[in-house]
T-cell receptor
Framework: QQQVKQSPQSLIVQKGGISIINCAYENTAFDYFPWYQQFPGKGPALLIAIRPDVSEKKEGRFTISFNKSAKQFSLHIMDSQPGDSATYFCAARPNSGYSTLTFGKGTMLLVSP | DTAVSQTPKYLVTQMGNDKSIKCEQNLGHDTMYWYKQDSKKFLKIMFS???????INETVPNRFSPKSPDKAHLNLHINSLELGDSAVYFC??????????????FGSGTRLTVV
């Protein structure tokens, strides 16, 4: 059972455009929602994260939008650049003891020059 | 450099062999993890250790045996390797639990190929 559903599987965006990746979850115990960025041959790296007490968090060109009632959250990359081409993973974790991050299946983003 | 480091980066071995992957973190984190990333890039938790204690073991065949000699090290030993074990294995670490949990720091991965 996939607890975090991520879409689209792949995305091609022109340079300067907005990249949008969506995730949905079912487990209402989730209370921490990070996004990770992975370049080929590297490990995932934390990009930005949000907790459900806010609806939006922005860091530079990266914004997380969070809709608690719909149990959805999304990553927006403004002014997308070729250097943003990578695989992006959403994840979620419940606020309970020793639980771990559950990852979405990833989105391969290609930003064309 | 402060980081999570894994060795080796690449591992090619024959079916039936036994191999180990080592992981070390110098971030002072108290929790370490092993994740498996398959050919479709799906990341799946295998094990989690907190202060050398195994706290999560996710339906992993018992051919896989993690060992944590101290909270900065988490090694993974795999017996009787099978073709289906081919994947990239990531070690990660984090600090804190529950409401005080912060993000994971991942190593750069070990690409295991079983032939």
């Amino acid at each position: 059972q996939q607890q975090v559903k991520q879409s689209p599987q792949s995305l091609i965006v022109q340079k300067g455009g907005i990249s949008i990746i969506n995730c949905a979850y079912e487990n209402t115990a989730f209370d921490y929602f990070p996004w990770y960025q992975q370049f080929p041959g590297k490990g995932p790296a934390l990009l930005i994260a949000i907790r459900p007490d806010v609806s939006e968090k922005k860091e530079g060109r990266f914004t997380i939008s969070f809709n608690k009632s719909a149990k959805q959250f999304s990553l927006h990359i403004m002014d997308s650049q070729p250097g943003d081409s990578a695989t992006y993973f959403c994840a979620a974790r419940p606020n309970s003891g020793y639980s771990t991050l559950t990852f979405g299946k990833g989105t391969m983003l290609l930003v064309s020059p | 450099d402060t980081a999570v480091s894994q060795t080796p980066k690449y591992l090619v071995t024959q079916m039936g062999n036994d191999k180990s992957i080592k992981c070390e973190q110098n971030l002072g984190h108290d929790t370490m993890y092993w994740y498996k990333q398959d050919s479709k890039k799906f990341l799946k938790i295998m094990f989690s250790y907190n202060n050398k204690e195994l706290i999560i073991n996710e339906t992993v065949p018992n051919r896989f045996s993690p060992k944590s000699p101290d909270k900065a090290h988490l090694n993974l030993h795999i017996n009787s390797l099978e073709l289906g074990d081919s994947a990239v294995y990531f070690c990660a670490s984090s600090q804190g639990q529950g409401a005080f949990h912060y993000g994971y720091t991942f190593g750069s991965g070990t690409r295991l190929t079983v032939v």
